[in-house]
């Protein structure tokens, strides 16, 4: 993509999401100014310095995938895999990534692995976080690529949970990021961020030229940009969206669960009943989270009542690799009534 705004960029995605038909996967890719992108289920008030990233200028926005926050600068690429819903599975980050990480280990970088839920890791620490999004017959799942990241700005933006920190044994974020950069044979160590996009493209495509792969390339016309613009109006640069509509509460849980990942439940209870239910987090999920808050609203707040509410639903499709048991034993804590 030719655009430097994360907000261009993200809309291009979604729009192709539902205008692309054919069978061939689509294979995106994008380099964005300083910005961060909250996940879908996250509080930007929660999550971002805003004093520093407003004094900085940085671009602020929300993605339609869960996972947690990312910064992004000149540094770091984004991709994207758009392809038919029958023909992956939510949540199979190992499989999606697995051309990425064949390309890196081709171009010199060893001790690459892909982690139990959504990160790629060298030598243990991340280079790439990744998160899906699924509508009606299409999925995307897309991710960073951290090349030459500012790191040092991440701890100043982002404010990261001591249940996260806790939970992968550091002390703070930047301690557990990488660049792939220096990792790469030093035959590719002096690219630029575009020369190594171009350097991805060619491997993946498995040519020495990309001009081998321009027939491969989508040319959007003055229809399509004119479609993408008004999802940035509606979505992307809305904030109203970017920073949300919080509810007033009077209880929290909150917990970081292996494979699941941070899990916020924020609600009111009235005469015993659940009133109104809010979650927040990084987790991931297939389906709509308002479903299951209507679902939960007006049971009483007691284990036996909460358990047969959830009989008949899947709550790994709302929070994946989450049990039914687990959900409850999360929202009902040292609570104990039965």
């Known amino acids: ?181 220096p990792y790469l044979s030093k035959t590719y160590q002096s690219l630029s961020t575009l020369e190594f996009q171009d350097e991805l493209l060619k491997r993946l495509y498995k040519v020495n030229d990309l001009a081998d792969i321009a027939p491969k390339e989508i040319v959007l016309d003055k229809k399509d940009h004119q479609e993408i613009t008004q999802l940035v109006k509606d979505i992307y640069g809305n904030d109203d969206w970017v920073f949300g509509h919080h509810q007033p509460f009077t209880n929290k849980k909150r917990a970081y669960i292996p494979l699941v990942g941070l899990l916020e439940a924020r609600f009111q209870l009235k005469n015993g009943r659940i009133h109104f239910i809010d979650f927040l987090g990084d987790f991931f999920n297939q389906e709509n989270l308002s479903d299951l808050r209507h679902h939960l609203e007006d049971v009483p707040y007691q284990r036996i009542a909460l358990k047969k509410s959830l009989e008949e639903i899947e709550v790994s499709h709302y929070f994946t690799n989450l049990t039914n048991d687990q959900l409850i034993d999360f929202l009902i804590g040292d609570h104990s009534d039965d």
């Open 1 to 181: 993509m030719t655009s430097r705004d994360i907000r261009d960029n993200l809309a291009t995605e979604s729009y192709l999401m539902t205008h692309y038909e054919k069978e061939e996967p689509l294979f995106l890719m994008y380099i964005q100014k300083p910005c961060i992108i909250i996940g879908k289920h996250q509080n930007m008030f929660d999550e971002v310095n805003l004093k520093a990233a407003r004094q900085d200028k940085l671009t602020l926005t929300r993605r339609l995938s869960g996972g947690g926050a990312v910064y992004d600068d000149l540094g770091n690429i984004s991709f994207s895999f758009v392809v038919d819903k029958n023909k992956a599975t939510f949540g199979d980050y190992s499989s999606m990534v697995e051309p990425i990480v064949s390309v890196l280990k081709e171009m010199g970088v060893q001790d690459i692995s892909v982690n139990g839920r959504n990160d790629i890791l060298i030598n243990g620490k991340k280079v790439s976080g990744n998160a899906m999004y699924t509508k009606k017959n299409k999925m995307f799942s897309h991710g960073t690529l951290l090349y030459d990241v500012d790191l040092d700005k991440l701890p100043a933006y982002l404010n990261v949970s001591e249940e996260k920190l806790a939970s992968k044994h550091i002390k703070s974020v930047a301690s557990r990021v990488t660049n792939i950069k």
